[in-house]
Structure formats: structure tokens, C-alpha cells
């Protein structure tokens, strides 16, 4: 003997045939749609802040550099024999100081990136001395970012490019001298 099953939705045991229009069993399916496309926003919003966070976390480094690197300029004697005039006080004393405590500081950067900000011996770090106000400024750029960012950028329909970025990404220091 067979026993059937009485469904607590139709329990006279009708089908969903005869179910009303707006029954539990019309919805099948919705529940999937409403996923994909909570998975888009969620996944643009994780790509969002994942992407953002690079860059920033890249401009902050650049901020930490340039301020090691005119700190270390300190650390050069004026008053050493081997330097005859401000000029060569400054060129061959405290530039190359600068530039190296900077590429020590950066470090952990992808070779790639590296060479881009740091150049061939780190010449792409600006330093410029001001013999008036005797003030070393000390710069870090990340030129061209926007172009060639670490993290790929997204271009979503109605929201444009994830993430969008200045075209260079920029660190500076100061210090008296």
C-alpha cells in the first residue's frame, strides 16, 4: 500500500497546477538572480577597496622615504674636509646619501615599480637644495600610475574605471639644512 505525501502548502493534494498565480513555487530561481548580482557588488566593492588600498598604502611609503631620505641628510658633515663649497657639499655628500637611504626604504617594491619610481641608481628621486632658505626638498614619484597600476583597474558598466587613480602617485619631505 502507498501512502502519499499531503504537502503542507496544498494539503487537499492538489498540484501546482492548480496552485494561485503568486505561489512559493514561481519563485524558484530568484533567489539565484538576486546572488549573481549581489556577488557583482560585492565583489566590486572587495575589488574597490583592495585597489585603493595599494596605492595609498604606496603614496604613504613614498611620504615614509622622502622623509628618511632628507633625515639622512642631516647625518652628512658640511664641515668635512673632502667637500670644498656648498655646491659639492651637496652633490656628492648629500644627494647620494638621500637617494640611497630612499632605496634602501623601497625596497619591497615589485622590480618593476621600482625601477619606475627609484630609476637607473635611483636618479628618478628628486632632491633640490635651496642654497637661500637652506632647504632640502626631497621628492618620490610614481610617474605614469594611472597608466600602469600595480592592481589591474576595472571598467564597469555605470561606474567607469575601479579604481580611479591621479596619474602619478607622489611622496615629499622637507628639511632645513
Known amino acids: ?39 557583482v557588488l560585492f565583489f566590486s566593492l572587495f575589488y574597490a ?17 622622502a622623509a628618511s631620505g632628507a633625515r639622512s641628510a642631516l647625518a652628512v658633515d658640511p664641515n668635512a674636509d673632502e667637500f670644498d663649497d656648498i655646491t659639492q657639499y651637496i652633490e656628492q655628500g648629500v644627494k647620494p646619501r638621500v637617494r640611497e637611504v630612499i632605496a634602501d626604504t623601497l625596497d619591497w617594491l615589485p622590480p618593476t615599480a621600482k625601477t619606475t619610481v ?36 576595472l571598467k564597469l558598466p555605470g561606474m567607469g574605471d575601479v579604481p580611479r587613480l591621479p596619474a602619478n602617485l607622489q611622496g615629499s619631505a622637507s628639511v632645513s639644512l
Open 1 to 39: 500500500m502507498t501512502r502519499s505525501v499531503i504537502s503542507p502548502l496544498y494539503p487537499d493534494g492538489f498540484t501546482s497546477l492548480l496552485a494561485p498565480k503568486n505561489s512559493f513555487y514561481k519563485q524558484r530561481g530568484a533567489a539565484a538572480i538576486e546572488a549573481a548580482l549581489m556577488f
Open 49 to 65: 577597496i583592495v585597489s585603493y588600498s595599494l596605492p595609498l598604502l604606496m603614496v604613504q611609503a613614498f611620504n615614509h622615504a
Open 118 to 153: 627609484l630609476g637607473n641608481q635611483n636618479n628618478n628621486v628628486v632632491v633640490e637644495f635651496n642654497e637661500a632658505t637652506g632647504v632640502l626638498a626631497v621628492t618620490v614619484v610614481y610617474a605614469g600610475y594611472r597608466d600602469a597600476p600595480l592592481i589591474p583597474t
